[in-house]
């Protein structure tokens, strides 16, 4: 009897099955997912085929993984608006903020809460700063690293300077005078400025107003009103000590009128300046392009350095805007999408998204890689030079650039706090925010007006355009 209902259920199971497949269900494999990306992916069309491939080979999906060469965010924002369907799309961090207000994201929280792979790979922390009202809209494609401060140890090395002493702002002012001097009166270099700054959109300011524990852009406080730090009354002493190295002849002035490729090419060629505030990465590129010309580490030396100490001890850089993937609202796959994001987060996507693809950018000899002459050509990066899983070890890809991985590793430790500049949880219009202060500030650092009248300024204009409260 037992037997027989047996017999019934399978025949009844194989009925289902066949009507199911009937009707139009395929094997999972046979599933086209739709992947419109940015940065990551092969370097041209022929390879992106191979990364499509690897991508397919290690999620088991079938994936048509199409790379935007150029005019990413336009080309989105066209796409979505033509209402063409993707079932997962790479954006920033501020875009995912927009698009999820507009209901065009899915909600990820509950698919997030329920990944092991998530649980095992990607640090909490990291997770926090990417919330949107209390939900995630959005996993990851890489860990974003920050800017911080590097400084050629070469040059202060001959001055007699001990870059671990340097932790307020008069130890950097008290170092870039000793370095101009030297500079000047013993190399004969004049006018020698040992500081660039990159002054449009305020960037690269973070490691300096850590010393009053401010950070850059807008955020909420607990009444939820918009507030902007950098025009806070305790801001002013660093206004006042930018302004006070501009007025000596520290700050090169091209940092009002150059871009951030004149300030790289300054702080690498070893004569022009000591010190900028750059990408933790650029610190092994600097060091990279000089060993390349054979001025390393004798004439090129850079190191990375926390900045200056807050008020509480710690040390507040400022991470990049987070880099990541979406599933949209109309995806038809959005499980198969998810398991996407998920590999992205292994060891073993990892690898693909940084190496790149095995037999192409490298090969495997006795289990250690070595790269080709096209994966040497590709740096290690094919849209996660520094990947998201807490479990890579970033010594797998053999030798980094001279530096890199001292500076990544700075954020790391437990007196350094790396957090976005403030979105004011998506609501700011960064470009007017950035434009605004630009203006005013520059006022100041020139020695224009005062701080204060400069930072009044701003306050007024940041509010007169609703940015603030």
């Known amino acids: 009897m037992k037997r027989t209902r047996v017999l019934v259920m399978l025949v009844v199971l194989l009925t289902i099955s066949l009507t199911l497949f009937a009707q139009g269900q395929v094997d999972k494999a046979a599933v086209e997912v739709k992947v419109l990306a ?53 954006l920033n961090q501020f875009q995912m903020y927009t698009l999820g207000k507009q209901g065009a994201l899915m909600d990820l929280t509950a698919r997030i809460a329920a990944s092991k792979v998530y649980a095992e790979n990607v640090d909490k922390a990291e997770l926090e700063k990417i919330q949107f009202n209390g939900k995630y809209y959005a996993g990851f494609n890489k860990l974003e690293v920050f800017p911080l401060v590097n400084v050629n140890k070469a040059i202060t090395d001959k001055v007699g300077i001990d870059l671990s002493k340097l932790s307020t702002l008069d130890d950097y002012y008290q170092m870039l005078k000793k370095v101009k001097t030297y500079m000047e009166q013993t190399e004969g270099r004049k006018p020698y400025y040992p500081f660039f700054t990159y002054m449009p959109d305020i960037w690269d300011l973070q490691p300096w107003f850590s010393s009053v524990g401010l950070r850059r852009g807008v955020f909420v406080d607990a009444s939820g009103k918009k507030y902007a730090p950098y025009v806070d009354p305790k801001a002013k002493v660093v206004w006042e000590w930018l302004a006070k190295l501009y007025r000596e002849g520290l700050m090169d002035p091209t940092s009002f009128t150059g871009k951030t490729g004149d300030m790289r090419s300054k702080m690498w060629q070893s004569q022009d300046i000591v010190m900028d505030v750059d990408w933790a990465a650029w610190t092994g590129l600097y060091n990279n392009n000089a060993r390349t010309a054979g001025t390393y580490p004798a004439k090129v030396n850079v190191v990375g350095l926390p900045g200056t100490k807050g008020p509480d001890g710690r040390y507040m850089l400022e991470q990049g805007g987070a880099s990541l993937w979406a599933i949209p609202a109309n995806a038809k796959n959005p499980d198969e999408a998810f398991k996407i994001i998920e590999y992205m987060a292994t060891k073993e996507g990892a690898l693909l998204l940084s190496a790149g693809i095995e037999g192409h950018d490298y090969n495997l000899n006795n289990g250690k890689i070595e790269y080709t002459e096209a994966g040497k050509a590709h740096a290690k990066d094919h849209g996660a030079p520094f990947p998201i899983s807490k479990l890579f070890d970033l010594t797998v890809l053999g030798e980094m650039n001279p530096g890199v991985l001292e500076s990544v590793s700075i954020g790391r430790r437990a007196d350094v706090e790396v957090a976005p500049m403030g979105y004011a949880n998506g609501e700011l219009d960064a470009r007017k925010y950035y434009d605004i202060m630009s203006k005013w500030m520059t006022e100041c650092v020139m020695g224009k007006t005062t701080a204060e009248a400069a930072m009044k300024g701003a306050e007024n204009e940041l509010r007169t355009n609703k940015l603030i409260d």
Not at 55 to 67: Q, R, V
Not at 75 to 89: H, N, S, T
Request: aromatic share 10%; charged share 30%; net charge negative.
């Open 38 to 90: 940015g940065v990551t992916g092969g370097k041209d069309d022929a390879e992106n085929k191979l990364f499509e491939e690897a991508m397919e080979k290690g999620t088991g999906l079938n994936i048509t993984w199409e790379k935007v060469p150029s005019g990413y965010d336009q080309v989105l924002m066209q796409k979505l608006g033509a209402g063409e369907r993707y079932d997962l799309i790479y």
